[in-house]
């Protein structure tokens, strides 16, 4: 049987999708590529922003209508919230709430076990979801073995959140803060590196955020670092910023740990700040900032933005464009404004003109491509480590510690997926882009 897994949204997600994926390879399933005919597509939601929805129907409608007339199984937060508009898409769909998205990692053995040729492969999921008689029951059981779809390991440590910003439905959907515990982290990521996996990204939905058995995440980092060897990397996935403060930084400044950082900003205004609930200020995000920069050299530096929110004016943009410019992050990750069910914001009577909030997540993007541009330029003939992805077209390409992905001009002839591999970072004439050679130049 053939299992296509599709995921929207976030790092998070894509952790969670890994290990459903593993879970049939493990069973002896094929799992195949998105683009691939299949008997079962397993659609992980994200319900972030409506145009997350909107692909997420899509790309349910386009599963649908393959000639191999497959079961459409949906999950994620947008089948938490939405179960009977997912429902009511097609006749061949199931959906499964993110609370028992866990179970998907049964759903395999169930199917090895239970699925009888002759039977309609929908009445076998339909019995398997309205008898839950999946082996796991957290969701802190995704602990994928392989991963089918990254060359690095994702290893989620937290879930929920318990910020509640008046934009935000992901929490309403992941429910409260939760974490999983010291001693399943360390074990977790000391099998992740037995079995060759040179990179770890810690994810979650709230990271910053970890509790558990009296350790924060500063006590986390500091243990695993003291158990892992010095040929692994680790990368954090979205920190909050208030909970960044300069003891957490310090520790940062290991070199396993890789000199990238995404920062949920979402508006240089403090007036705006405050009116979404978000529990920081401008000074203390700079501040942040500048710590950061002091750990690690010139590290990359990312931030989300929401433009359009509720009653922001032009003179509250200009701050946010201002301070942006200022900061000068690597790149931009920005949204607008999109009012979701159940959240504060949802029936606000101020909304910005959806023309200006395009506007401005237009000129965001533009300064973004400057910001990208000039980080980019100011690596050209720095010595780093290339994380080797995949190849397409001939040509290996790899993800440096500071998230820029490359192509590697001269690989050795025995490079293989997951590698590290040290390059120099070179101007490749044809793109204007680096690009890393193995050989000094």
Same mark, same amino acid.
């Given at each position: 049987?053939?299992v296509?897994v *599709?995921?929207?949204?976030?790092k998070?997600n894509q952790? @969670?999708?890994?290990a459903?994926?593993?879970?049939?390879?493990?069973e002896g399933f094929?799992?195949?590529?998105?683009n691939?005919e299949?008997?079962?597509?397993?659609?992980?939601?994200c319900?972030?922003?409506?145009?997350?929805? &909107?692909?997420?129907?899509?790309?349910?409608?386009?599963?649908?209508g393959?000639s191999?007339n497959p079961?459409?199984?949906i999950?994620?937060? *947008?089948a938490?919230? =939405?179960?009977? =508009?997912?429902?009511s898409?097609?006749e061949?769909?199931v959906?499964? #709430?993110?609370?028992?998205?866990?179970s998907?990692?049964?759903l395999?053995?169930?199917?090895?076990n239970?699925?009888i040729?002759?039977?309609?492969?929908?009445?076998?999921?339909e019995?398997?979801a309205?008898?839950?008689?999946g082996?796991?029951?957290?969701?802190?059981? *995704?602990?994928?073995a392989?991963? #089918?779809f990254?060359?690095r390991?994702?290893l989620k440590?937290?879930? +929920?959140?318990?910020?509640?910003?008046?934009?935000?439905?992901?929490t309403?959907?992941?429910? @409260?803060?939760?974490?999983?515990?010291v001693? &399943?982290v360390?074990?977790?990521?000391?099998t992740?590196? &037995?079995e060759?996996f040179?990179?770890?990204?810690?994810?979650?939905?709230?990271? #910053?955020?970890y509790?558990?058995?009296?350790?924060?995440? %500063?006590?986390?980092?500091i243990?695993l670092l @003291?158990?892992?060897?010095?040929?692994?990397r680790?990368?954090?996935?979205?920190?909050?910023p208030? %909970?960044?403060?300069?003891?957490?930084?310090a520790?940062?400044?290991?070199?396993?740990?890789?000199p990238?950082?995404?920062?949920?900003?979402?508006s +240089?205004?403090?007036?705006?700040?405050?009116?979404?609930n978000r529990?920081y200020s401008?000074?203390?995000?700079?501040?942040?900032?500048t710590m $950061?920069?002091?750990?690690?050299?010139?590290?990359?530096?990312?931030?989300?933005?929401?433009?359009?929110l509720?009653?922001?004016?032009?003179a509250?943009?200009?701050?946010?464009l201002?301070?942006?410019k200022a900061?000068?992050?690597? &790149?931009?990750?920005?949204?607008p404004?999109?009012?979701?069910?159940?959240?504060?914001?949802?029936?606000?009577q101020?909304?910005?003109?959806?023309r200006?909030?395009?506007? %401005?997540?237009?000129l965001?993007?533009s300064?973004?491509?400057?910001h990208? %541009?000039? *980080?980019m330029?100011?690596?050209?003939?720095?010595?780093v480590?290339?994380?080797?992805?995949?190849k397409?077209?001939?040509?290996?390409? +790899?993800?440096?510690?500071?998230? $820029?992905?490359?192509?590697?001009a001269d690989?050795?002839a025995?490079?293989?997926?997951g590698?590290?591999l040290p390059?120099y970072?070179?101007?490749?004439?044809?793109?204007?882009?680096?690009?890393?050679?193995?050989?000094s130049?």
């Amino acid at each position: 049987m053939r299992v296509l897994v *599709y995921t929207l949204g976030c790092k998070l997600n894509q952790c @969670e999708s890994e290990a459903i994926a593993d879970a049939f390879v493990h069973e002896g399933f094929e799992v195949v590529a998105p683009n691939a005919e299949a008997d079962l597509c397993i659609v992980n939601t994200c319900t972030v922003t409506t145009k997350a929805e &909107q692909k997420a129907r899509r790309m349910i409608r386009k599963f649908i209508g393959q000639s191999s007339n497959p079961v459409v199984l949906i999950t994620g937060c *947008y089948a938490q919230l =939405e179960r009977e =508009e997912l429902q009511s898409l097609a006749e061949r769909i199931v959906v499964v #709430s993110l609370d028992a998205k866990p179970s998907l990692l049964g759903l395999p053995l169930y199917l090895a076990n239970h699925h009888i040729g002759g039977i309609d492969l929908l009445d076998s999921i339909e019995k398997f979801a309205a008898s839950k008689k999946g082996h796991l029951t957290t969701s802190f059981d *995704y602990e994928a073995a392989t991963f #089918s779809f990254h060359s690095r390991a994702f290893l989620k440590i937290q879930d +929920g959140c318990d910020n509640s910003c008046a934009y935000c439905r992901v929490t309403i959907a992941r429910g @409260e803060s939760r974490s999983l515990s010291v001693e &399943q982290v360390i074990e977790r990521t000391l099998t992740l590196q &037995q079995e060759g996996f040179r990179e770890v990204v810690l994810t979650g939905v709230n990271i #910053s955020a970890y509790r558990s058995e009296g350790y924060d995440l %500063r006590a986390l980092l500091i243990r695993l670092l @003291e158990e892992l060897g010095s040929d692994i990397r680790i990368r954090l996935s979205s920190l909050e910023p208030d %909970r960044l403060d300069e003891k957490l930084v310090a520790v940062f400044a290991d070199p396993r740990l890789q000199p990238h950082f995404h920062l949920p900003v979402q508006s +240089g205004s403090p007036v705006v700040l405050q009116r979404v609930n978000r529990h920081y200020s401008i000074e203390r995000l700079a501040q942040v900032i500048t710590m $950061l920069r002091e750990v690690k050299e010139d590290p990359f530096i990312a931030a989300d933005i929401i433009t359009g929110l509720p009653g922001e004016t032009d003179a509250e943009f200009e701050k946010t464009l201002t301070f942006l410019k200022a900061m000068d992050f690597s &790149q931009l990750h920005v949204f607008p404004f999109s009012p979701r069910p159940q959240t504060a914001l949802f029936h606000a009577q101020d909304r910005v003109p959806e023309r200006v909030r395009d506007e %401005r997540a237009k000129l965001l993007r533009s300064l973004s491509a400057i910001h990208l %541009r000039r *980080y980019m330029d100011r690596q050209i003939g720095k010595k780093v480590e290339v994380i080797i992805e995949d190849k397409q077209k001939g040509m290996w390409s +790899g993800l440096t510690g500071n998230y $820029l992905k490359i192509g590697i001009a001269d690989p050795p002839a025995e490079i293989k997926r997951g590698a590290l591999l040290p390059v120099y970072l070179v101007l490749d004439p044809k793109s204007g882009l680096p690009i890393g050679r193995c050989s000094s130049v």
